[in-house]
């Protein structure tokens, strides 16, 4: 099994994508880590081709650009580009998911 750079963590949010010719397709992110985020589409968006992602975190407003790296049926998932400031507040998201959902499975336990 491929080991991940960065954890993943729950995040259910609005995400808007807008690909190079075509309409802004919606969906919804399922998790997100520091390098991406997977998000479950109702239309297709090429695999490869660089979008602009665009969707609201607890830390802020995250405009990214992100290539298409995979599909498993309306499963997509997107490799952040290169924008420090924006990965910044998505590094800080995810820390802040950590702490919150690592709570809450000691609560669990």
């Known amino acids: 099994m491929e080991a991940r750079r960065h954890p993943r963590y729950k995040l259910e949010v609005e995400v808007r994508i ?11 992110s399922v998790d997100i880590s520091e390098s991406g985020i997977s998000a479950m589409l109702r239309e297709e968006v090429p695999l490869g081709e660089v979008v602009r992602l665009e969707f609201t975190v607890p830390s802020g ?4 650009h992100a290539l298409v790296r995979q599909r498993n049926a309306f499963r997509y998932g997107f490799q952040f580009l290169e924008a420090i ?11 802040q998911l950590d702490v919150a959902q690592s709570t809450a499975r000691n609560v669990e336990n």
């Open 85 to 95: 400031s924006q990965l910044q507040i998505i590094q800080r998201t995810c820390r």
């Open 61 to 64: 407003e995250v405009q990214i």
């Open 18 to 28: 807008y690909p190079r010719n075509s309409q802004v397709v919606r969906g919804h």
